[in-house]
């Protein structure tokens, strides 16, 4: 049997995860990118990637310019607000420089990803995590505009992706309030109860001037609540806006999913009505088994059958 190369492994193990694998990797590229121009800058001693870093990934704090001192802290150096960096809204949430926080940002995104695409789909997922984030830097530049308080409060460039992966986390966790999970593996608690600790965690530490921008998960984790309200239903704020979105007529890159939603279609209207809600309800009985045994025993305790099966379940949805 041929051996399977590294790059083939990676490959196959982000389509696995499906939209929680592709995640992981436009951040794990950007951390290594961001960090590469770094360790580039500190050997050729470019005094000024810092800030052409702060520049093109960082959102800035406020919507003007902003001062920020220099290196050797003699002089202060003008840094385009969010009018003239528009793009960083959205290359922020993709964007980590630290390792410890772009570890723990990833282990959160993994597991609440996974639940996320199961219960919700993948498609949601990429919605919730990009408007997540967008809303958590709102609720801060709202903040730190408005409130006295925070507008003595000396803030940085605000980078990382808490903010869009707690709107992914609370989202999962209202929509499945009782599902249970086990911290550290020996602890079973349930999604609600977690989201609620992270949430208090964020909403007491909000006002402390430090550099977590905890108003920035806060926003995060009120748009995911917000997003799941009523989400079977069609005039769910983010139902309408995906329908909105998938209605444009996109390149032929969603040509063969939409043959593929086609052909299921036409598959199910041949059943009998009796026979398709039959098995429907036995493959998510299947699908939730193997949910878990992830749980209690980790992915590589499946099968090699049930791997296969949440891998065609995440390219279905």
Request: charge should be positive; include cysteine.
């Amino acid at each position: 049997m041929e051996r399977e190369g590294f790059g083939s492994y990676i490959k196959r193990s982000i389509l696995q995860m499906g939209m929680t694998g592709k995640l992981i990797a436009i951040n794990t590229g950007v951390f290594l990118l961001i960090n590469i121009l770094s360790l580039i800058g500190r050997f050729f001693i470019v005094g000024n990637m810092e800030f052409i870093l702060l520049k093109f990934f960082y959102v800035p704090p406020v919507i003007n310019s902003y001062l920020v001192a220099s290196p050797d802290g003699t002089s202060t150096i003008l840094l385009g607000g969010l009018l003239q960096q528009p793009w960083t809204v959205f290359t922020y949430m993709f964007s980590h420089s630290d390792i410890l926080h772009f570890l723990m940002n990833m282990i959160v995104l993994y597991f609440s990803g996974r639940l996320f695409g199961h219960f919700l789909g993948h498609r949601k997922m990429l919605l919730t995590y990009i408007f997540g984030g967008i809303a958590g830097y709102l609720l801060q530049l709202l903040c730190f505009s408005t409130i006295p308080y925070f507008q003595t409060v000396q803030l940085g460039p605000t980078i990382g992706a808490s903010g869009a992966i707690m709107a992914v986390f609370v989202a999962v966790a209202f929509n499945q309030p009782r599902y249970s999970v086990r911290l550290f593996g020996m602890f079973p608690v349930t999604l609600i109860l977690l989201a609620g600790i992270y949430m208090l965690i964020d909403f007491s530490l909000a006002g402390s001037g430090g550099r977590t921008a905890h108003i920035v998960h806060l926003g995060g984790a009120v748009f995911g609540g917000l997003s799941v309200i009523r989400v079977a239903s069609s005039k769910n704020f983010m139902n309408r806006f995906e329908r909105w979105l998938w209605a444009i007529r996109w390149p032929s890159l969603w040509s063969r999913k939409k043959e593929k939603f086609a052909y299921e279609k036409s598959a199910a209207a041949k059943m009998k009505d009796d026979d398709y809600n039959f098995n429907k309800k036995k493959h998510q009985e299947r699908i939730d088994a193997i949910l878990d045994k992830i749980s209690k025993k980790g992915y590589d305790g499946l099968t090699k059958e049930e791997k296969q099966i949440l891998f065609d379940e995440s390219k279905r949805k």
